[in-house]
Nanobody
Framework: QVQLVESGGGLVQAGGSLRLSCAASGRSFSSYAMGWFRQAPGKEREFVAW????????VYGDSVKDRFIISRDNAKNTVYLQMNSLKPEDTAVYYCAANQKTGSSGSRLQYDYWGQGTLVTVSL
C-alpha cells in the first residue's frame, strides 16, 4: 500500500504559478505510476496529468497541456505538479493518485490510492 499527502495549494492571482507536491509513504514508490486529478465544485473529477513509474513519460489533460508540468523524484518519494499561467477555471481541489498499471491512466477508476486533496484558488 501507499499513503499520499498533497501540499502546496493556496490562493494565487490569474497568470501566476504554484507547485503542488504529493509525498508518498510506504514501500516501493517507484513501482507506482502517479497521476494528478482535480475537482471543481459541482463538477466531476478531471484528469490533469500522469507520470510513469520512472518519470520518463508524461501525459496531460487537454485543459492544462503546455501550462502544467508533472515530475517525480523517486529518491524523495514525491511527485510534483508545476502549474503556470493559472486561470480562474483551474480553481479546484487537486488530488494525487497512484496505481501499479503499465501504461498511462487518464481515468480515475484506474487508480487505487488517493490523497486527501489540496485546494487551489485562482483569482482574477
Amino acid at each position: 500500500q501507499v499513503q499520499l499527502v498533497e501540499s502546496g495549494g493556496g490562493l494565487v492571482q490569474a497568470g501566476g504559478s504554484l507547485r503542488l507536491s504529493c509525498a508518498a509513504s510506504g514501500r516501493s514508490f517507484s513501482s507506482y505510476a502517479m497521476g494528478w486529478f482535480r475537482q471543481a465544485p459541482g463538477k466531476e473529477r478531471e484528469f490533469v496529468a500522469w507520470v510513469s513509474k520512472r518519470g520518463t513519460s508524461t501525459v496531460y489533460g487537454d485543459s492544462v497541456k503546455d501550462r502544467f508540468i508533472i515530475s517525480r523524484d523517486n529518491a524523495k518519494n514525491t511527485v510534483y505538479l508545476q502549474m503556470n499561467s493559472l486561470k480562474p477555471e483551474d480553481t479546484a481541489v487537486y488530488y494525487c493518485a497512484a496505481n501499479q498499471k503499465t501504461g498511462s491512466s487518464g481515468s480515475r477508476l484506474q487508480y487505487d490510492y488517493w490523497g486527501q486533496g489540496t485546494l487551489v484558488t485562482v483569482s482574477l
